[in-house]
């Protein structure tokens, strides 16, 4: 497979930017790799270090050689050097949650008018190598500080060498003291200023993949390592790289990350796109490209501050349980069974305690998947009122319960009761529908899915996986969190979409809803006499006076769950933001059920607050019946919840 690879790296910059030691390096280290790897005939490469590597330089770089690629070439851009920010021009404001945009310097930016090369730039230029059917990767060594005060990023620089026997050079830069003029700007950034679109159809898509030293609130770092001064990230990627050349992107960076923390503990990398839904495949592709490897759990365990710490928490549905009846996780591909008990749960993450075998029992350096295996008194319970469906159904059910959890135990999700029992009744129930045949209905009898046919062992643990489908998804519809702090710090808005309107300039109110959060919005007919699927703007007002990362869910009444809307981000204090990059929502009917008077479907939003980045992976369902990307923990709290929109 042809590689057209960019790499580019800076130590040398002039003032009034202070030169680093370990950027050059970093390049020279990733070409040497990628020499060793790809064959000479296949790989086109465009090395700029230094003086060499001015703004106009790197944009040559992406127009001239980097698109030469096509359909089935891989691309890789690698930049290791400073970064910074530059708050948006106004009418950009829409495309980065924050207001403002991350940058990369170049050796001659802010020399004269040379302004930093903005990552909005980058993805234009990224979008056009894309368009032409190549895959993308990009990795950035380097921190953007994201609107932090010079002493915010000294903090973060203390925290990230905190314990270690270095100083560390962070690779960042304050941001101008006089932004640069619009003018400076790529052409085709300029043409979007007071453009209608605006580009959001351009950064909204998920066209390549992005691995990052840090995240917005954290410092990336370079030390010595061996003979030289490298970028932490860089070594930590080459060293993973090294060992497994077509490791996924995933995989990658949470090798990578655990390595990095392992060494600094204040810089955390971070991958785009993060989700699971329909950027997700990219992330599941080896390095440099091939065909998606899904995990069988997106959930992994990392040693940190002296425990093993697991990427999930309350926001994904986690819970102590008590000494007697607890929260069990299992490490898979360990080569042995190795439970741990969640000990601790916080906002985003748990803290596990082992169960027979020693914390130094795993290696420190790197991240280990884990699937859950029991949680306490599961919250859908299942009553079976099959009888008359033939005698063999019901313990071919609770067969088949009793086995359904990862490694043969019984499911960690649902539990059998009886029907009758009105100190615990059942929240699902499983009726006759003919012979041989099982429906699955709420508690008030109301039927959830068609029939399920359920004469085989085969056929009863397609019916029991769609049963935990359906109990996850609940927990998430019925996710609130009215007691924490951040509950009522971040609101979900909607705002009507005008004629003619493709992005949202945040200037129209928006739309008043009952106090229980629901609107009903209506099919309408064109002039032309064709029947429009209603549209709308989706806002994320975050009321507070600190940043929050925020996470949209979307739920539809046919069990499907994504974040495609809005997959994890940092939104500014005071700020209001619009999901989807300023794109119309579209509320359509699921497949199937056509538009006709009466026909309806019911949608709901949600919006998961913390204080730190979380794990958006596991907040993903297909619709009942579609294959699932992977196996996920559901549940939320530390939310806050907007309602529903109708459609009918």
């Known amino acids: 497979m042809p590689l057209y690879a960019l790499l580019v790296g800076v130590d040398a910059y002039l003032p009034p930017v202070a030169p680093l030691r370990g950027a050059r390096r970093d390049v020279l280290d990733v070409e040497q790799y990628l ?3 790809i064959p000479e005939e296949d790989l086109h490469l465009l090395t700029l270090t230094d003086a060499e590597a001015t703004r106009a330089a790197v944009i040559a770089g992406f127009r001239k050689h980097l698109g030469q690629a096509g359909p089935g070439d891989s691309v890789l851009f690698w930049f290791s050097g400073r970064g910074s920010w530059l708050p948006a021009p106004a009418e950009l404001a829409h495309l980065d949650p ?4 991350q940058t990369l310097l170049c050796s001659d930016s802010r020399l004269g008018p040379v302004p930093d090369l903005l990552d909005c730039e980058v993805a234009l230029l990224v979008a056009d190598i894309a368009a032409a059917g190549a895959h993308v990767a990009l990795v950035l060594d380097r ?3 994201d609107g932090a005060a010079p002493e915010d990023v000294a903090a973060a620089a203390a925290v990230a060498g905190a314990g270690a026997d270095f100083e560390p050079e962070v690779r960042w830069s304050p941001p101008p003291t006089v932004p640069p003029s619009s003018e400076s700007f790529l052409t085709e950034l300029q043409d979007m200023i007071g453009a209608e ?5 351009v950064f909204s898509a998920a066209d390549h993949v992005a691995l990052a030293a840090c995240g917005p609130r ?3 770092v370079e030390l010595r390592i061996g003979e030289h001064h490298r970028g932490v990230f860089t070594s930590a990627l080459l060293d993973r790289l090294t060992r497994e050349p077509t490791v996924t992107y ?7 990350r655990s390595r990095v923390r392992h060494l600094v503990p204040g810089q955390g990398p971070t991958l785009f796109p993060a989700g699971a839904a329909r950027g997700g495949a990219l992330a599941d592709q080896p390095f440099l490209g091939g065909p998606p490897r899904v995990p069988p759990s997106s959930m992994r365990i990392r040693y940190r501050d002296g425990a093993w710490i697991l990427d999930a928490g ?8 008590t000494a007697a009846d607890p929260t069990v996780v299992t490490v898979r591909g360990s080569g042995q069974a190795r439970p741990a008990r969640v000990a601790e749960v916080r906002a985003e993450q748990s803290v596990l305690e082992p169960i027979g075998w020693e914390p130094d029992g795993l290696d420190r350096r790197t991240s280990h998947p884990v699937v859950v295996t029991r949680v306490p008194l599961p919250a859908e319970t299942v009553g079976l009122e099959t009888a008359s469906a033939g005698a063999y159904i019901r313990p071919l059910l609770v067969r088949t319960l009793a086995s359904a959890g990862a490694g043969g135990v019984p499911s960690p999700y649902l539990r059998v009761v009886d029907g009758a029992d009105r100190a615990c009744p059942p929240t699902l129930r499983l009726r006759a529908a003919g012979a041989g045949l099982v429906r699955v209905c709420r508690a008030d009898g109301a039927a959830l899915a068609p029939p399920y046919p359920c004469r085989s062992p085969e056929q009863a643990a397609r019916l029991v996986g769609d049963l935990e489908h359906i109990a996850r998804w609940r927990l998430f519809a019925g996710l609130a969190n009215p007691v924490s702090p951040l509950a009522r710090a971040v609101r979900l808005e909607v705002a009507a979409v005008r004629r003619g309107q493709t992005v949202d300039r945040l200037g129209q109110p928006p739309l008043a809803s009952p106090e229980d959060g629901s609107l009903v919005v209506n099919y309408h007919r064109a002039p032309d006499g064709s029947v429009q699927a209603p549209s709308m703007f989706l806002r994320i007002r975050n009321t507070s006076d600190r940043a929050l990362y925020c996470v949209v869910l979307h739920l539809t009444d046919r069990f499907r769950m994504d974040t495609d809307l809005f997959a994890g981000d940092w939104v500014g204090a005071r700020r209001t933001v619009s999901a989807g990059r300023g794109r119309a929502v579209r509320i359509a009917l699921p497949p199937g059920r056509a538009a006709v008077p009466g026909a309806s479907a019911t949608e709901w939003f949600k919006v998961l607050i913390s204080e730190t980045p979380l794990n958006a992976v596991e907040f993903s369902l297909p619709r009942l019946g579609e294959p699932a990307a992977s196996a996920l923990v559901t549940s939320a709290a530390a939310a806050g919840t907007v309602g529903s929109g109708r459609s009918g």
């Not at 924050?98 to 945009?101: A, L, P």
């Not at 309350?314 to 349980?321: F, M």
Request: charged content about 25%.
């Open 98 to 101: 924050t207001g403002r945009f």
């Open 35 to 37: 020499r060793a790897r």
């Open 250 to 256: 995933r995989r990658l960076l949470d090798d990578a």
């Open 197 to 201: 679109s605006a580009g959001a159809e």
């Open 314 to 321: 309350a926001c994904h549905g986690l819970v102590p349980g």
């Open 143 to 145: 921190c953007h500080g």
């Open 218 to 220: 954290e410092v990336a």
